[in-house]
């Protein structure tokens, strides 16, 4: 989203306004109204030349048409050429990446073969969301009802990675070192009682003690390989938390490697956004709003900073449903209200979350 100087005559319905608006000195409307027709109309008569305002550049910003009603945004994304073809690539990305996880973990005179093919198959994982409507968080979010095992979640956290890395401003090669780091960070799982890693529910304490030696297993199955130290790190350390609640180590802060630290936080989020066997994935809202929760304690507030900003932009004109079955558009997040977005309604009402602290949103359509 840019903040755009645009000519009064030409400002869309329904943008989100930039600016506070003043006319000698007595404010019109503050900085993220909607601009309903009534509203332009009457802040046209004050015959101002421009507004600023917020234009995502890929998408426009008027109202949701009718249809949407009818036919769900998830439903109609789900059934459009891009996510079809989105999902026959993840599909056969998947079943070679298992194939590659298995032998990585099975035939130690292997690895460093298999890591080659590895690093070569993820060069290509940019071209699995090429799709100009939809970004590569919308096309994980419809795969989830499809595939969530350890490897779609590792090859999610990968890409999910790759925007964080964005949105960090990192270097090429950075983000792909990064992309990396995500699809091998789970690789100790494989090596654990499959039966502990796939039981749904709560997990005993000699089960929980089973799945911490994960990050470990991991750290040694990839210290062998030529893989940048950095990849090896965030297997050890993607459990660590900053105030050093974490495993397998309880490390702290400054100890924690700053890649390990980003593939902690899309690892949580992309986990919880999961669909397990006993519940159905959770809105991603719900989840920014528990990490928040979290933010100060356990993960670095920068990064978390920017990952918060980074992942509810994505949802800039989604659709979604309220905790009081209202049913609307997310039209603008503030910064420090994130999860408190300005909705506006398949009915033409606008709801300011942040003014309904019982509201919630419950999940996106
Ligand atoms: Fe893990």
Same mark, same amino acid.
């Given at each position: 989203?840019?903040?755009?100087?645009?000519?009064?005559?030409?400002?869309?319905?329904?943008?989100?306004?930039?600016?506070?608006?003043?006319?000698?000195?007595?404010?019109?409307?503050?900085?993220?109204?909607?601009?309903?027709?009534?509203?332009?109309?009457?802040?046209?008569?004050?015959?101002?030349?421009?507004?600023?305002?917020?234009?995502?550049?890929?998408?426009?910003?008027?109202?949701?048409?009718?249809?949407?009603?009818?036919?769900?945004?998830?439903?109609?994304?789900?059934?459009?050429?891009?996510?079809?073809?989105?999902?026959?690539?993840?599909?056969?990305?998947?079943?070679?990446?298992?194939?590659?996880?298995?032998?990585?973990?099975?035939?130690?005179?292997?690895?460093?073969?298999?890591?080659?093919?590895?690093?070569?198959?993820?060069?290509?994982?940019?071209?699995?969301?090429?799709?100009?409507?939809?970004?590569?968080?919308?096309?994980?979010?419809?795969?989830?009802?499809?595939?969530?095992?350890?490897?779609?979640?590792?090859?999610?956290?990968?890409?999910?990675?790759?925007?964080?890395?964005?949105?960090?401003?990192?270097?090429?090669?950075?983000?792909?070192?990064?992309?990396?780091?995500?699809?091998?960070?789970?690789?100790?799982?494989?090596?654990?009682?499959?039966?502990?890693?796939?039981?749904?529910?709560?997990?005993?304490?000699?089960?929980?003690?089973?799945?911490?030696?994960?990050?470990?297993?991991?750290?040694?199955?990839?210290?062998?390989?030529?893989?940048?130290?950095?990849?090896?790190?965030?297997?050890?350390?993607?459990? $660590?938390?900053? &105030? !050093? +609640?974490?495993?397998?180590?309880?490390?702290?802060? *400054?100890?924690?490697?700053?890649?390990?630290? /980003? =593939?902690?936080?899309?690892?949580?989020?992309?986990?919880?956004?999961?669909?397990?066997?006993?519940?159905?994935?959770?809105?991603?809202?719900?989840?920014?709003?528990?990490?928040?929760?979290?933010?100060?304690?356990?993960?670095?507030?920068?990064?978390?900073?920017?990952?918060?900003?980074?992942?509810?932009?994505?949802?800039?004109?989604?659709?979604? $449903?309220?905790? &009081? !079955? +209202?049913?609307?558009?997310?039209?603008?997040?503030? *910064?420090?209200?994130?999860?408190?977005?300005? /909705? =506006?309604?398949?009915?033409?009402?606008?709801?300011?979350?942040?003014?309904?602290?019982?509201?919630?949103?419950?999940?996106?359509?």
């Amino acid at each position: 989203m840019n903040i755009v100087s645009t000519p009064l005559e030409s400002v869309p319905p329904y943008s989100i306004l930039a600016e506070d608006v003043y006319v000698n000195f007595t404010l019109i409307s503050p900085s993220g109204s909607i601009l309903t027709p009534t509203l332009l109309s009457n802040i046209k008569k004050y015959q101002l030349e421009s507004l600023n305002i917020w234009v995502d550049e890929k998408k426009d910003s008027s109202p949701p048409p009718a249809a949407l009603t009818r036919k769900t945004q998830l439903e109609q994304m789900k059934q459009s050429s891009d996510f079809k073809e989105f999902k026959q690539n993840y599909t056969s990305t998947l079943s070679s990446f298992q194939q590659n996880m298995y032998a990585l973990v099975n035939d130690p005179s292997h690895q460093q073969e298999v890591i080659n093919s590895i690093v070569e198959e993820s060069l290509h994982y940019s071209e699995l969301h090429t799709s100009e409507e939809y970004n590569a968080l919308d096309m994980i979010i419809c795969m989830k009802e499809f595939d969530d095992s350890t490897f779609s979640h590792s090859l999610n956290v990968s890409l999910i990675c790759e925007a964080f890395g964005s949105w960090l401003n990192m270097s090429k090669e950075n983000i792909e070192l990064l992309r990396l780091a995500g699809l091998l960070h789970d690789i100790g799982k494989l090596t654990i009682d499959k039966d502990i890693i796939t039981k749904p529910g709560k997990l005993l304490d000699h089960e929980f003690n089973e799945i911490k030696k994960h990050p470990l297993a991991g750290y040694q199955i990839l210290k062998n390989t030529d893989l940048d130290v950095r990849i090896h790190y965030a297997a050890l350390q993607h459990h $660590e938390k900053i &105030d !050093g +609640s974490g495993y397998p180590f309880g490390i702290k802060e *400054k100890q924690i490697h700053y890649i390990s630290k /980003i =593939v902690s936080i899309v690892d949580v989020y992309e986990a919880m956004t999961a669909t397990r066997c006993y519940r159905k994935p959770m809105c991603p809202f719900k989840v920014l709003q528990i990490m928040r929760h979290d933010a100060t304690t356990k993960y670095d507030l920068n990064l978390i900073a920017t990952f918060f900003s980074g992942i509810t932009s994505t949802y800039i004109n989604k659709s979604v $449903e309220l905790s &009081d !079955g +209202s049913k609307g558009v997310v039209k603008y997040t503030a *910064k420090s209200e994130f999860d408190k977005p300005t /909705i =506006v309604c398949f009915n033409g009402k606008i709801i300011h979350m942040k003014e309904h602290p019982e509201l919630y949103i419950k999940e996106l359509i």
